[in-house]
């Protein structure tokens, strides 16, 4: 890489590492913890409890919780770290209701085969990796500067596609994976799109994830 481009390349860089408006950050930050601490308490004291699955919700949980209360108390002060608590918050948060959903299926559902859990973590992983390495592409690329300026490329633009159809596809993998449990497994319907739901919530979620890497972006530039 040439001088040039080397400079070109952080220049990129620089224009993606923002803070977000102070303005937004307390109503952001409480409106994003609302779900977690509603569904993930719920979920796991509900019938059966089983300490296990309480703490793979719980822990994840506290720590968000943590983080946020910390922006609120001075979101003056902490802009840089808001970045910090909204990529564990997708990270930690689309895991919880990764677990959440599984606890649905194995406690209370009974499911006894190890596929569901198998396929998915594996789901979980390939659709993280898959929108985080679009992700870098898309930061190398210029697109997040070119993008709020309204000057997008062709190659930003099919990026951005690519994307929305990773996202489609698992939304669609979930819902077609709940209608199978369902037809062969002859379990609830109610259940079964609480766990659907879960999943989805899941895939919101991850779509944070993206601000950690500008926190570290961020603070290796100071």
């Known amino acids: 890489m040439n001088g040039s481009d080397a400079r070109q390349k952080q220049s990129f860089i620089d224009d993606f590492t923002h803070v977000y408006p102070l303005r937004i950050i307390r109503s952001q930050t409480v409106s994003l913890l609302i779900l977690p601490?509603?569904?993930?308490?719920?979920?796991?004291?509900?019938?059966?409890?089983?300490?296990?699955?309480?703490?793979?919700?719980l822990i994840p949980l506290a720590i968000v919780d943590l983080l946020g209360l910390?922006?609120?108390?001075?979101?003056?002060?902490?802009?840089?770290?808001?970045?910090?608590?909204?990529?564990?918050?997708?990270?930690?948060?689309?895991?919880?209701?990764?677990?959440?959903?599984?606890?649905?299926?194995?406690a209370t559902l009974g499911m006894?085969?190890?596929?569901?859990g198998i396929l998915s973590g594996s789901g979980y992983v390939i659709v993280f990796v898959l929108l985080y390495s679009i992700h870098i592409r898309l930061l190398h690329s210029g697109h997040y500067s070119r993008e709020e300026s309204g000057n997008e490329t062709r190659e930003g633009r099919k990026l951005r596609k690519s994307?929305?159809?990773?996202?489609?596809?698992?939304?669609?993998?979930?819902?077609?994976?709940?209608?199978?449990?369902?037809t062969f497994g002859d379990y609830s319907i109610k259940m079964i799109l609480i766990i659907a739901l879960l999943f989805l919530i899941a895939l919101?979620?991850?779509?944070?994830?993206?601000?950690?890497?500008?926190?570290?972006?961020f603070i290796r530039r100071r």
């Open 37 to 57: 601490n509603l569904l993930l308490l719920v979920l796991a004291f509900a019938d059966p409890f089983i300490p296990m699955w309480a703490w793979l919700l």
């Open 70 to 106: 910390i922006v609120l108390i001075s979101p003056g002060r902490m802009q840089v770290f808001h970045l910090l608590f909204l990529g564990a918050l997708g990270i930690l948060g689309s895991a919880a209701f990764t677990a959440a959903a599984n606890k649905l299926a194995y």
């Open 112 to 116: 006894s085969s190890p596929w569901f």
């Open 163 to 182: 994307q929305g159809v990773i996202l489609a596809c698992s939304g669609a993998g979930v819902l077609i994976g709940s209608l199978l449990i369902k």
């Open 204 to 217: 919101a979620y991850m779509m944070l994830v993206g601000n950690l890497h500008k926190y570290l972006l």
